[in-house]
Nanobody, 124 residues
């Protein structure tokens, strides 16, 4: 089964940057839909960015376009989220997730079956 290990969260000042990493175990010979999601206090979990790891183009929430970049390093089995120009409204728990099913990749949390433990991002 798939296991996801996240790192890179923390506290930053407004306008700062963070880079989140998600290491995925298992066979990476085939492509997977992977994504970053976040959940702020009192809000539903929402998609931030998704990508198909074998040649697919990334998708972003409107709120992060131009500031966040999702990418992967297949040799390291690692998914990244580069977050720039962070604002207080970006604060929340960030989760890495994977959908083993055949694409197209969904943009809602319900599409994804395996999840990391989450890492806190706080912007103040």
């Amino acid at each position: 089964q798939v296991q996801l290990v996240e790192s890179g969260g923390g506290s930053v000042e407004t306008g700062g940057s963070l880079r989140l990493s998600c290491l995925m175990s298992g066979n990476t010979d085939t492509g997977y839909c992977m994504g970053w999601f976040r959940q702020a206090p009192g809000k539903e979990r929402e998609a931030v960015a998704t990508i198909f790891t074998k040649g697919g183009s990334p998708s972003y929430a409107d709120s992060v376009k131009g500031r966040f970049t999702i990418s992967q390093d297949n040799a390291k089995n690692t998914l990244y989220l580069q977050m720039n120009s962070l604002q207080p409204e970006d604060t929340g728990m960030y989760f890495c997730a994977v959908d083993i099913a055949t694409p197209p990749c969904g943009f809602g949390p319900s599409w994804y079956t395996y999840w990391g433990q989450g890492t806190q991002v706080t912007v103040s």
